[in-house]
């Protein structure tokens, strides 16, 4: 038996992502992280993970997100340290906390109670608080939250944008802070992103409802507030046009007990005067509030974490620093840093001794070369992530359910690359290859995988190898869905119908459970994209489904007004029919001061680097 | 994602256009050092396109565009890092410019031939039809237009009457008409080594032999009839709201801005020229006060 028994068990695992759950190594990057929040003092520096595509920095971002946001007290963090690199990545893994939010604070009176402690373990010599269920009580979760930049722009979600990404940002913000029960507000963020919106003509019942959900509204009394106090009720009336109705209604509910005299004691702290707020009035949105906008949040946000009830440590990721530039380089210094800017601008002026910020990306970062938020090398610390070394990848493969040792040889010897390291996302492929032969009834042996090793071939064979082992409307759905940035159920069945790839909840349960497969949140939903390798890859082999995919999805995204989506899928098909438009529709919007749109089509021409 | 294949080919000439746009883009943002990039980009792109091209003589003629579009891009822009809170939120400077001296006109004088000092007579429009009111002139109370643009020949031999005379046929065929009474003078601005011109037309109307309203055209361009400085505005108030905003944009080559307004008897307009870097270069303040 080559394979586990439990494999076709773990294929039903649907809507997890199962690379995460499989994750494996990255021990030391881990342990680093870790230092990154309970290290006294902590490193001063924005950590910066870097490497090749493919060999799991998001996952890595994801698994730290999930597993390892934890604060533990002074004494219990000593500890840890004392121990290997090994056991203290598992033990702070297995930590595991009863309640949502434990006040752990570095109090003498926790001094005392670990001094004891190690006191008893001496004369006992038995060594105390070993294993993980005797560490339940000793940490406190950290709020944190995750940017993916490669995440398809949908709607208000565009990660890269100056202004949606920072409003993206904000609202998972104040999601993961209320979710250990901390209150989180941004004053000086929500009244210039208010006033911006306000100037866009954005300001709708609706909108503010989308931007500001129920679980939010006390921040809008907050706005509500800071507007009041800088504008006067008549002028706020004004302002808010449309919206006031739903914003008096959330004040009316938070009004007793939020904000109020905090605004002013708020105002008082920072020496600053109602009519100094005014000021962010004065700025042109699209000149100059656009840019002052990263300094608000990092404001804001080193405000909230010096308050008394402030968690220990806030962590910020972001991913896939890349995906601001595509493939799109070499078009000019300003333009390139111009790109993260508002990125730089933020992290440069967060207080690290409380706000985590960690990176990643598949290139080093050239932040200290800009001339506009210039961050010095020695700001940074930049960390490889490295593909799996053998032993990582042996136990990977154990991990997801193929135990035979020869087959498991072999396929670690095809996903090996020049340097010795074994490629994640390959490896990954080739497990999928396994589990699906075996939901085919087929057995793989080591004879069976007998693969040529030219590694720029390798990708293109295994994706191949793969689609020879699934059910043919499974592979016409991954030519299909390809042809998308993001994809969720409902859109995969639209797509099978219009293409008559006999879509099934059981083919897509199927499809998700790839290794390739990630899924993301967005608009509340769940939404899933395929690795952008395998996207290129398949895109290079311009197949006919690929092809009638992108000839749907434009006029999907027509029919929903989305002008910008259109042309992207429009410019796959042809590229002067598609960049025509794209220019006639940049050249409207410029003459017309939309300046958001343009901004949305600027993105497309990154990506598509024309 | 930009592996593309297929019905792919790509075309430099709509690269170039592509470039191009997202450099009036960026500069309408004031982000000249993009912009720059852009349109560098984009005449690199006009350059590759062959004479053996369709599109080639519009591709020329495209980089020629760009390449006065770059020329004229201000050096500098104003750094991202100006916003940064303890700048942005700092109380205001105590040291404030100072504020040029507001000059007085009574356009009312213009029609006895009596000038204000720094002002001087443009022959071809004085005098020449009747000295009574125009009666009936059919304008509305506070009537506003204005705009910029420019003019199709340039000559440094010009005297300051051609020079409105052609400015004046231009706004004609827009539908602004002058009428004969109108009595013109300018007067010159320095600005740095450039030199500016004010020229004002006024005249007046009448109802039932009263003076019911007054017409000021005001027409700024630069002495030598030259692109006008990028950033230079013109704007107009009553004292209370501003009727008129006008602003030279950056690549823009206007060579005048114009405003007309016409007020009651008892209205005045305050008429500020000012550059880019906000510098007050002349305020004026417009009545017509029959004496």
């Known amino acids: 038996m080559s394979v586990s028994q439990n494999i076709s068990q773990r294929q039903s695992l649907t809507q997890v992502n199962r690379a995460l759950q499989h994750f494996t190594d990255r021990h030391e990057l881990t342990k680093r992280f870790a230092e990154y929040l309970n290290d006294e003092p902590p490193p001063d520096k924005i950590l910066f993970f870097y490497g090749d595509g493919g060999n799991g920095k998001s996952l890595l971002l994801k698994f730290l997100l999930n597993n390892y946001c934890k604060y533990f007290s002074t004494d219990v963090w000593q500890q840890l340290k004392a121990k290997s690199t090994y056991e203290l990545v598992d033990l702070i893994k297995g930590a595991k906390s009863s309640s949502p939010r434990r006040k752990y604070a570095r109090s003498p009176l926790d001094s005392i109670i670990q001094k004891l402690k190690r006191w008893l373990e001496r004369i006992s010599g038995k060594q105390l608080g070993t294993n993980a269920a005797d560490w339940q009580w000793n940490f406190q979760s950290v709020p944190a939250v995750l940017l993916d930049f490669e995440q398809q722009p949908i709607d208000e979600e565009r990660p890269q944008d100056p202004f949606y990404g920072l409003l993206m940002l904000r609202g998972r913000l104040v999601k993961a802070f209320a979710r250990w029960g901390y209150q989180l507000n941004f004053p000086l963020t929500d009244y210039a992103c208010v006033w911006y919106l306000q100037q866009k003509g954005k300001l709708t019942n609706e909108f503010i409802a989308k931007l500001f959900p129920a679980s939010e509204l006390f ?8 507007f009041k106090t800088v504008l006067g009720a008549q002028q706020l009336a004004i302002a808010l046009a449309g919206s006031l109705p739903i914003l008096a209604v959330s004040t009316f509910n938070v009004i007793s007990k939020y904000f109020g005299k905090d605004l002013t004691l708020y105002l008082r702290g920072r020496g600053l005067k109602p009519e100094d707020l005014q000021k962010i009035t004065q700025l042109d949105p699209d000149k100059e509030l656009i840019d002052a906008l990263p300094n608000f949040l990092a404001e804001d946000l080193n405000v909230a974490m010096q308050r008394q009830n402030a968690p220990p440590k806030i962590v910020l990721f972001f991913d896939s620093h890349e995906a601001f530039w595509g493939d799109w380089r070499g078009r000019g210094e300003a333009k390139y840093f111009k790109q993260d800017e508002w990125l730089r601008c933020l992290l440069a002026q967060l207080d690290r001794s409380r706000i985590v910020a960690v990176v990643a990306g598949r290139e080093k970062p050239r932040w200290q070369e800009a001339a506009q938020w210039s961050i010095p090398q020695d700001q940074l610390e930049l960390k490889q992530v490295f593909h799996f070394c053998t032993k990582d990848a042996r136990k990977y493969l154990q991990e997801i359910g193929i135990e035979d040792e020869q087959l498991g040889e072999q396929l670690i010897n095809y996903a090996r690359l020049d340097q010795g390291l074994v490629h994640p996302l390959y490896l990954g492929l080739c497990g999928d290859i396994v589990r699906s032969a075996y939901s085919q009834g087929k057995t793989l042996t080591a004879g069976d995988c007998q693969l040529m090793s030219e590694s720029q071939q390798k990708l293109k064979i295994l994706v191949e190898r793969l689609l020879k082992y699934v059910d043919e409307e499974i592979a016409d759905a991954i030519d299909a869905l390809c042809a998308c940035r993001a994809f969720e159920r409902e859109l995969y069945f639209q797509l099978g119908r219009a293409l008559k790839f006999n879509p099934s909840h059981a083919a897509f349960d199927c499809l998700i459970n790839f290794s390739f497969v990630w899924s993301l949140k967005q608009r509340g939903r769940d939404w899933y994209r395929l690795h952008p390798l395998i996207r290129r890859l398949k895109a290079e082999e311009n197949r006919q489904m690929t092809g009638d995919a992108h000839a749907f999805l434009e006029q999907y995204y027509r029919e929903r007004e989305n002008i910008a989506e259109a042309i992207y899928h429009a410019i796959f098909q042809d590229w002067r029919r598609g960049v025509g438009e794209w220019l006639e529709v940049f050249q409207t919007a410029t003459g017309e001061g939309n300046f958001e749109l343009c901004r949305i089509l600027e993105e497309i021409r990154k990506e598509l680097s024309f | 994602m930009s592996h ?107 029609m006895r031939n009596v000038l204000a000092e720094g002002w001087q007579t443009i ?96 027409i700024l361009g630069a002495q030598f009839g030259n692109p006008l400085p990028p950033g230079l505005k013109l704007q107009v108030s009553d004292l209370t709201t501003i009727l008129v905003e006008q602003e030279v944009e950056p690549n823009s080559e206007q060579t ?26 002349t305020l004026l303040l417009f009545s017509f006060i029959p004496e």
């Open chain 2, 123 to 218: 022959e071809e429009f004085w005098g020449r039809g009747e000295t009574e009111l125009a009666y009936g002139y059919g304008l509305r109370s506070r009537e506003v237009e204005s705009g910029g643009s420019q003019t199709s020949g340039k000559s440094a031999s010009q005297t300051p009457g051609e020079t409105l005379g052609e400015i004046i046929a231009q706004l004609g065929v827009k539908g602004l008409e002058i009428p004969p009474i109108a009595r013109a003078a300018y007067r010159d601005l320095p600005l740095a080594d450039n030199c500016l011109r004010l020229y004002a037309l006024t005249w007046a109307t009448s109802e039932g032999g009263n003076l019911a309203e007054w017409a000021l055209m005001l």
């Open chain 1, 219 to 226: 921040l809008t009394g907050g706005t509500i507030n800071l």
């Open chain 2, 256 to 281: 005048y801005l114009y405003a007309r307004l016409v007020g009651t008897i008892d209205e005045q307009f305050l008429v500020t020229v000012a550059a880019s870097n906000e510098q007050i270069l």
């Open chain 2, 4 to 110: 593309l294949r297929g019905n792919q080919k790509r075309t430099l000439f709509l690269t170039g256009r592509v470039a191009q746009a997202v450099g009036d883009y960026l500069t309408r943002l004031e982000r000249y050092e993009e912009a720059r990039e852009e349109y560098q980009q984009a005449t690199a792109a006009y350059e590759q396109v062959l004479p053996s091209s369709s599109k080639y003589l519009e591709a020329q003629t495209n980089r020629e565009k760009v390449l006065r579009q770059l020329q004229e891009l201000p050096d500098r822009q104003k750094s991202s890092e100006a916003y940064r809170l303890d700048w942005l939120l700092a109380a205001a400077p105590t040291t404030s410019r100072p504020m040029a001296a507001i000059s007085s006109v009574n356009l009312s004088q213009w």
